[in-house]
């Protein structure tokens, strides 16, 4: 009875793919464990047709899932081995009928399936059990394929479907119709197999009806949001086209009335100069006068003041009249800009991202790579005063003297750190070059912190940047504030890959050949920008944006 226990126990530690006690036991996300190595071979395999899945169970899984060492399943099994018990199922007997399916050592067998025609020991018959086309074959107990008295191979008695051999046929089976085992045996075969096939074309016409389904949802779905997104716009277009009307209106108003009272002022002067030329002329025959007299008793009158005193004050104002106008239209264009720009970084993807949609395989080749290749630059208004931009804002140097930069909410004011304009929300590649001691290539939410040497500010000291900090000493990437040494070839190009939607970003070493030094599997909540942390020796440190040439 305690052989038994032990037989049991023995056998719950053993691996469903090797058969044999676990070695290094990891457990996979559905509860099931196995060798590392048994597991790692078999999902290699199954890589080739685009899926991961438990070997028992059959559950998939959308990425391979991490494995992880199981200590307690380590412990017992090592605990076994100490034990130095080797109870394990005996030899089959001469009687006895050796597993079909057992490969090196067989087992006893305990079934025989009539339809496959196969022996199965304990084990191996639990995955028989668990294939869905075998679950209805008819078992019985094991019989041997070659029959010991005869020594023939057996037939199939097609009267009461058992099977037997010639001479225990004749004397066992008189007068029923028999067929050859090996005729038999290939008839079933075909008729499992395009059991097989049928249940596949059922499956597979199951998964085209759900697709065409999912086409026309995605197609009713598309249809009513351009329809939404349009009539949205031409809500807006009307808005800006009222708004404008309104303002040229004011504008023409305001214009006429500023007209017409300088024209008033302008007739008042007209008549002012026409009364003075009067006066004038007047005063002239005064002057050439030889009447003395006249021109005692004249002059009282005609040196009086003459015209409204009003006049005399008029002022011209400065020629800027409508540009306040201009300037405030301008502003309110930029803002819309901005506006427009952020939320088109939300509408993109939530436009892309079509779940149901199987994710695109990681591009292996540089030249796969540089088909998402996208061009990067840098905004100026998040750059530190010590950064200095070049090259069409593509490449950045670490300077003493502060840039006379504007006062910007986006600016960074602690840390030598510069964002991207470019907003980031779908499959992308981009290459930098760096140069001098310390540059850290990153990418972060447009959300992290801008103000101060906090760690909510520095790239890869918070949950809404990864960093990969490269130096002469090495590369060491930072995410949340956690550290991972990453060893490399040391190059001075630093390749970036990112698929937004499936969570991924990889880090790359580029010299002849390309090296994977990272790569990350998470859930990017928000857009991403591309950004850059400039250190080591004022003016000697830089970084650069590549293109392509």
């Known amino acids: 009875m305690a ?69 307690m399943l380590t412990f017992l099994v090592e605990h076994l081995k100490k034990t130095n018990v080797q109870a394990v199922p005996a030899d089959p007997g001469p009687e006895d ?110 998964d085209a009806k759900l697709l065409q389904g999912q086409v026309e949802a995605i197609n009713r779905s598309g249809e009513k949001a351009v329809e939404e997104s349009e009539n949205i716009f031409t809500e807006l277009i009307h808005l800006v086209q009222k708004r404008s009307s309104d303002v040229k209106q004011q504008i023409c108003s305001q214009q006429e009335s500023e007209v017409s009272r300088v024209k008033e002022l302008q007739e008042k002067l007209e ?51 409508f540009e306040d106008v201009s300037a405030a239209v301008l502003e309110l264009r930029n803002k819309l800009q901005n506006i427009l720009a952020d939320h088109w970084t939300i509408i993109s993807p939530a436009a892309t991202d079509l779940d149901g949609l199987p994710s695109q395989p990681d591009p292996k080749s540089r030249a796969d790579f540089l088909k998402y290749f996208c061009k990067i630059t840098l905004d100026p208004n998040t750059a530190h005063p010590q950064l200095l931009l070049s090259e069409g804002n593509r490449k950045v140097n670490v300077v003493k003297k502060h840039q006379s930069y504007s006062d910007h909410p986006d600016r960074f004011t602690g840390w030598c750190q510069v964002l991207s304009r470019e907003r980031l929300t779908s499959r992308c590649y981009w290459e930098v070059e760096c140069r001098g001691r310390e540059v850290s290539v990153a990418v972060a939410y447009k959300s992290i912190s801008r103000a101060g040497k906090g760690n909510e500010c520095v790239f890869g000291r918070n949950d809404k940047s990864w960093t990969l900090f490269c130096s002469p000493n090495g590369y060491k990437f930072w995410h949340n504030n956690i550290k991972t040494c990453i060893s490399g070839p040391q190059s001075s190009r630093v390749g970036v890959y990112l698929d937004h939607r499936a969570g991924v970003l990889c880090f790359y070493s580029l010299s002849e ?37």
Not at 140 to 149: A, D, G, L, T, Y
Not at 165 to 184: N, R, W
Not at 271 to 285: N, P, V, Y
């Open 271 to 321: 008549q002012e100069i026409t009364e003075l030329r009067g006066k004038d002329a007047e005063l002239e025959q005064l002057l050439n006068t030889e009447d003395h007299n006249q021109l005692l008793h004249s002059y009282p009158s005609l040196s009086a003041s003459t015209g409204p005193p009003h006049l005399s004050n008029i002022k011209v104002r400065p020629l800027r009249y």
């Open 513 to 549: 050949s390309m090296t994977l030094l990272h790569r990350v599997q998470t859930t990017f909540a928000q857009p991403l920008c591309a950004g850059l942390w400039i250190g080591g020796l004022l003016d000697l440190s830089s970084a650069e944006f590549c293109t392509l040439r």
């Open 3 to 71: 052989q038994k226990a032990v037989q049991l126990d023995r056998e719950a530690f053993c691996c469903s793919i090797c058969l044999d006690l676990l070695k290094d036991p990891v457990t996979i996300p559905c509860g099931h464990s196995y060798c590392k190595n048994c597991i790692k071979v078999y999902w290699n395999e199954e890589f080739q047709k685009g899926i991961h899945s438990c070997p028992q169970c059959r559950k998939t899984f959308r990425q391979k899932p991490v494995l992880t060492k199981n200590t």
């Open 97 to 206: 009928v050796a597993c079909d399916v057992c490969t090196g050592r067989k087992l006893k067998a305990i079934k025989t399936c009539l339809v496959c025609l196969t022996s199965y020991c304990k084990k191996h018959l639990q995955s028989h059990f668990d294939s869905a086309l075998s679950k209805k074959h008819k078992l019985v107990e094991p019989f041997k394929k070659i029959c010991s008295h005869h020594d023939e191979a057996m037939k199939m008695c097609c009267n009461n479907q058992k099977c037997t051999y010639h001479l225990c046929f004749v004397d066992e089976h008189a007068g029923h119709d028999a067929v050859s085992a090996a005729a038999e045996i290939t008839e079933r075969q075909l008729t499992v197999r395009r059991e097989e096939i049928q249940q596949r074309i059922k499956e597979r016409e199951n």
